[in-house]
Structure formats: C-alpha cells, structure tokens
C-alpha cells in the first residue's frame, strides 16, 4: 500500500511537472543528473536528525527512493516500480561513515543489507578524498574514488564497481560520478550519473521532474541506474 501510494504520488507530480514531498518533509534541492535522472531530495521533521531522503526521476516517473542518515549509511532504499525494499542490518562488521572519510581522507565498510523477501547482500569497499574540487553549478565538490563489491549471503560476487564520486561537505551526501561495474555473469559497462545542475528553493528548475542531460544517449545505451539496478534484481531470480 505504501509503495502504492508513493507511485500514485510520483504519477501525479509527473503530470504537474513538480515534485511534492510527503508531508511533514521538505524538499531542499533538486539536481539533473547525467544518465537522464533528476533526483529530488528532501528532509523529513519525524525522522532522525541528518536523515536525509531522495526520489529518482527518469523519464518514466519516479523510479527509486533512499533514505541515508548524517553517516550517509544506506538505511533504506526502494525500487519503486517492483516495490522492493532493502535495509540495512543493525550489525555490521565496519558501517560506512561519512565523518570519518572527511577527516581521514578514507572509509573502509563492510555491511549487510536484507530484503523484505528476506535476502541478504553483503556490501565490502571503501572511498577516498582524491583532494581535488571541482565546481559544479556554483556547488563545491570534492571528488572521491571508491570500489565496492556486493556478495550474495552465500559469498558468490554478485556485482563490483569502482569509478569516482563527488562529495559535499555542505549538503552531508554523496553524488553519482563516473564508474565502471561488472556482474557474476561477467558483463561489464560504463556510467556517468555526474550531477550537472542544482536548483534550490525559488530557482529555476526547483522540483522539476523531467530529466534533461544524455537521454538521447540513454535511448541507445541504456539507463545507466536503471541497469544497476537491473543487475540485482537478476541476481535474486
């Protein structure tokens, strides 16, 4: 039911062409992204104080939504077209921490995320600060490199990426970068999901559910987030 409504919500802001966060939030910026995403993200009153959410847009509507807390911890997650729901386990063998990556210039993890269906994917890297910033719509960035491979509960490899990412110490979160992945099947593929704009309350764009960059491109070589996402729901069939 819930995801029933949240898709209901996504439908009806697609067509008034504005998002609308859930009550009692509020939606602090809006950023296009490469691979024909624009992603929505917004702050809740009832939730822990850092937690941060964000909804995914392509150009069929809302596809994905997450919720990170001030450690940028993967909480929860949703594809919003299949309805599945991760979380993350309480107990973990080293949790991500984004503090710790800003003061020491690295963050190792190794956690578990369970399904609702019950299955468990194990998630093992690291990121690093490069110390290179870039500016991007007038948002300072800083640029990480991170590799990150995702086992089934069994230790099969299901899925390995590595690439760059952005970080803002300002906005408390990552951004998609350029990265390579590779699943247990051995197919292999590029993505560049790089924020290009960012529009903030009263600016241009703000809410805005269109995505605007490469998705010419995308027709030909797929959506890039999509496909991920694709990836693990393949490998738990």
Not at 20 to 28: F, Q, R, S, Y
Not at 78 to 87: A, F, I, S, Y
Not at 143 to 153: I, K, N, W, Y
Request: net charge negative.
């Amino acid at each position: 039911m819930a995801v029933a409504a949240w898709l209901s919500l996504a439908a009806g802001a697609a067509q008034a062409a504005g998002f609308t966060p859930p009550k009692g939030c509020t939606l602090d910026m809006t950023v296009q992204n490469r691979s024909c995403t624009v992603s929505q993200h917004y702050r809740c009153a009832q939730d822990k104080p850092g937690d941060q959410w964000v909804v995914y847009f392509d150009r069929d509507g809302a596809s994905y939504r997450s919720r990170i807390d001030r450690e940028t911890r993967w909480m929860e997650s949703t594809d919003l077209r299949t309805g599945l729901t991760d979380v993350l386990e309480d107990q973990a063998r080293d949790h991500a921490s984004f503090s710790t990556l800003l003061k020491n210039g690295r963050d190792d993890f190794d956690f578990w995320t369970r399904a609702d269906s019950g299955e468990r994917l194990r998630h093992v890297g690291h990121d690093v600060l490069t110390g290179q910033k870039v500016q991007i719509d007038g948002v300072t960035l800083e640029v990480t490199q991170f590799e990150l491979t995702t086992f089934s509960e069994g230790g099969e490899v299901l899925i390995q990426r590595r690439g760059q990412q952005f970080v803002s110490r300002d906005h408390g979160r990552f951004y998609g970068g350029i990265e390579q992945s590779s699943d247990w099947t051995g197919t292999a593929q590029e993505t560049n999901d790089s924020p290009v704009t960012f529009a903030f309350p009263g600016q241009p764009g703000f809410g805005a559910v269109t995505p605007e960059y490469d998705c010419d491109l995308q027709m030909v070589r797929g959506r890039g987030a999509d496909i991920l996402r694709q990836l693990f729901e393949e490998a738990r069939t």
